[in-house]
Structures are given as C-alpha cells and as structure tokens.
C-alpha cells in the first residue's frame, strides 16, 4: 500500500491564484481530512469527509472547497490564494468508528507559499 | 478533551529506552489516550492508543496508571530516526466529527548517538 499520499510537495502562488492540492488513499478509509500547520503551531482541520459524496467543515474552512466524488481521493481547492493560505497541508484518512476514526495516517504534506 | 502537560523536550541515548510522561489529571472515564508524533518536515504518525489498560504494538507500549491521571509512551530501543516531536492527545472517540485532532506542544524527543 502507498498509503496517503499528496501532491504537489512544494508550490508557490501569487495571490489570487488558485488551485487544487491533490490527496489520494489506498486504504479504502471513509474518513478523510484535511489540516494545515502554521509554523510553531499545532494542526487546524479545515474539512473533512466521513464517506463518498460526504463533506462538511472542519475548524477553519475559509477559502477553501473540497469535494469527494470517490473514496480513494479528496482534493483541496484554494479559490483566490491569499498569503495567509502560506502553510502546511496535510491529509490524512482513516477508518471510520469511534475509536479508529482518531487513528489517522497522515500524507507527506505539501509546502504552499503564497506571494 | 482533557488537558495534557508533556515536558518540552528530553533526551536519549541511542539503544537506551526512551521514556515520554504525560499527565492528564482531568481524564474522564470515556477518553482515550493517544500518541503520534512527527519527525521534522514530515506529517504526524500515528504510534499507540489506549483507554484504560497498557498496550504494546510493533512502534512503543503504552503504560496508563490505574487512576489514568497520567501515562508513559516507552519506545523500547530507541534509535536516531526516533528524534521526533512527540505527542499526547486525550479525547473522546470523535467517530469522525468535526472537531480534528488537537496536537498541542508536545515533546521533542533527541536521540544522541
């Protein structure tokens, strides 16, 4: 299994941009999500999807879209790149009950910087 | 979720076992336990979970004292790819809501050769 995997690794935008941050699991995990990490900071959710045709909000949603049109994957779409959208992005999946559902696998990450 | 109170950072020699503490003295009887961790510039991995009695798996055990106030993460031989930033998180199985994990300072972990 790749398990979670993410790409692009690294991308620079100018502000106004958009784009769309791929996340792909083989792992047939219903639970996916997506955070991203400040520097010196711990992790914000920003959505996440508990199935197929699934998604709501997490903690910080704003100028951002996800969809989930299959279980395997679970793009990110920033709308209009801002510089505060500078971050860390990670996806992670897991399985979903109560307990495993909080034992995720996480991607690499990908390293956005927004001029 | 409970509060969590993890030293700052520790070191370990090499081979030895690394022995991480955490106290979380609000625990209710429903939250459980968690560990990850994140080595530099990677994402968070998932080690070892636990509700009320200690656990091994292939990564670590988890020792959890009988009043679950506090709880040990043991990485039994610990090696340089172990130098990490480690992470206790106590909280209720969330069955996938919309409140994420909630890492906060965490451990960072030196092994030295």
């Known amino acids: 299994n790749a398990g979670v995997t993410q790409t692009p690794k690294f991308q620079v935008l100018k502000t106004g941009q958009s784009m769309t941050l791929q996340c792909a699991q083989d792992?047939?995990?219903?639970?996916m999500s997506w955070y991203r990490q400040d520097p010196g900071m711990g992790l914000r959710l920003i959505h996440y999807?508990?199935?197929?045709?699934?998604?709501d909000q997490g903690e910080v949603p704003n100028g951002y879209n996800v969809s989930r049109s299959t279980t395997e994957d679970f793009p990110l779409r920033l709308l209009s790149a801002a510089p505060s959208q500078t971050s860390v992005y990670f996806c992670?999946?897991?399985?979903?009950?109560?307990?495993?559902?909080?034992?995720?696998?996480f991607g690499p990450g990908t390293r956005l910087t927004v001029l | 979720d409970a509060k969590t109170t993890q030293p700052t950072s520790m070191d370990c020699a090499e081979g030895r076992a690394a022995n991480l503490p955490c106290n979380h003295s609000?625990?209710?009887?429903?939250?459980?336990v968690y560990w990850y961790r994140q080595i530099h510039s990677q994402g968070p991995q998932y080690i070892i979970h636990?509700?009320?009695n200690n656990e091994t798996n292939e990564m670590a055990s988890l020792i959890i004292t009988e009043d679950r106030k506090s709880s040990t993460l043991i990485l039994p031989h610990a090696t340089l790819r172990d130098t990490a930033v480690y992470y206790c998180i106590v909280r209720v199985a969330s069955g996938g809501g919309a409140d994420g994990l909630t890492f906060g300072k965490g451990t960072h972990l030196i092994i030295q050769p």
């Open positions: 999807s508990v199935g197929a045709g699934i998604t």
């Open positions: 992670a999946s897991s399985l979903r009950d109560s307990v495993s559902t909080d034992t995720q696998y």
């Open positions: 792992m047939n995990h219903e639970y």
């Open positions: 636990g509700l009320k």
């Open positions: 609000t625990i209710s009887g429903n939250e459980y």
